[in-house]
């Protein structure tokens, strides 16, 4: 059976360097342009959860799980864009700019929106005997959330600028890397929290500090210079074995019967896998013998 090559069935005929059809640039533009309009939908949800939440609580936690739900959608349609574009070969400069401008407003923007509304606004510092402790939790809340959006963006931007990045500590040869945890990795983080926790906006202090402080390693994550997968080596249109049907059959039973529970441990588990392997490569590096010294001979 022949394989199906979606960039040749692009192939414009009159084209005499077999270049892509001009409507086939549109393609992953559509997924783009997606991407922002569901980061604005995501952001509007997070306004008017934090209105409703003033006099109907339940219907506040409907909306904080609808900018949940989008931005879990944008998650999905970035991965596609990338490789729609390197399949049709319409990789382009203006779709690459495109991209991460939508990535700062669905994965940092929204996501930082949401943290904020969700997380901090209706908590009640009043219970703090401390007046300066409450003055500088709250300073501290506006600091980390916006934290969160400014190393998204710096993490795009030295994406773009970055040919072929080496992380800090290099993995296999035959596997692609990102450098630092990807902004959308950071926003899926956010929102599976959010959405497993019912959408419920916190109200306890401590809680609100335990909510600051993953943020922030989020944060610190996206600027590292730590390994994690990138999953670009998988390719989509390549046979699948029964077994990767059965396995993808019951994947999307989980995501339908139990998506808060494999939602929040699928973006747990991948942020996690960063910080255990850098973890990992530092124990291996401090246990690791040195060899031993040349003997010296005399006479």
Known sequence: MPRFNLAERLVDPKSPDRRPRRAAYALPTLFTSGNILLGFLAIMESFQGAIAYQTAPVQAAKHFELACIMIGISVFLDGLDGRIARMTNTVSDFGRELDSLADVISFGLAP???????????????????????????????????????????????????????????GRPDRKYFVGLPIPAAAAMVASVIYALDSRPVQHWLAAVVWLGLLGLLSFLMVSAWRYRSFKDFNLLSPRSFKSVISLACF?????YFSQQVLLAMAATYVASGILVRLGGLLQRSVKTPPPAPETQIG
């Open 112 to 170: 930082g929106v949401l943290a904020y509304a969700w997380g901090v606004q209706f908590v009640d510092w009043s219970v703090l005997p401390d007046a300066g402790t409450r003055t500088h939790l709250l300073r501290a809340s506006y600091l980390v959330t916006f934290l969160f959006l400014v190393c998204g963006a710096a993490r795009l931007a030295r994406f773009n600028v970055t040919t072929n990045p080496v992380p800090m500590n290099p």
């Open 252 to 256: 999307i039973y989980l995501i339908l």
